[in-house]
Nanobody, 127 residues
């Protein structure tokens, strides 16, 4: 069955960096676009970034543009999110989610628009 397992979350100071990873299994990873979605404490889901199946097209939410970089390694079935210049408002649980197809079909974070979700990894930005 499809599995998405996030890792890399941690407590980091403002201005610091983290790299999140998402290990995918149970499907042909290179066929599907992927995304990162986050949920801050007490708030709704926020779409962060998406990448198409081949990795050649990426998109970012306005709040992370210029600070975060999404990438993937299709040979290793891995999705990544490099997060730089972290701010306290980046504190959230970060989820990787699989699109139904090969393109970044939406920037809407609603769960039903993605075929599968990971369990999430906690990122806390605080001094």
């Amino acid at each position: 069955q499809v599995q998405l397992v996030e890792s890399g979350g941690d407590l980091v100071q403002p201005g610091g960096s983290l790299r999140l990873s998402c290990a995918a299994s149970g499907f042909i990873f290179s066929w599907y676009a992927m995304s990162w979605v986050r949920q801050a404490p007490g708030k709704g889901l926020e779409w962060v970034s998406g990448i198409n199946s081949g990795g050649g097209s990426t998109t970012y939410g306005d709040s992370v543009k210029g600070r975060f970089t999404i990438s993937r390694d299709n040979a290793k079935n891995m999705l990544y999110l490099q997060m730089n210049s972290l701010k306290p408002e980046d504190t959230a649980v970060y989820y990787c989610a699989k699109y139904f197809g090969s393109t970044i079909a939406t920037m809407n974070p609603a769960r039903y628009l993605y075929s599968n979700w990971g369990q999430g990894t906690q990122v806390t930005v605080s001094s």
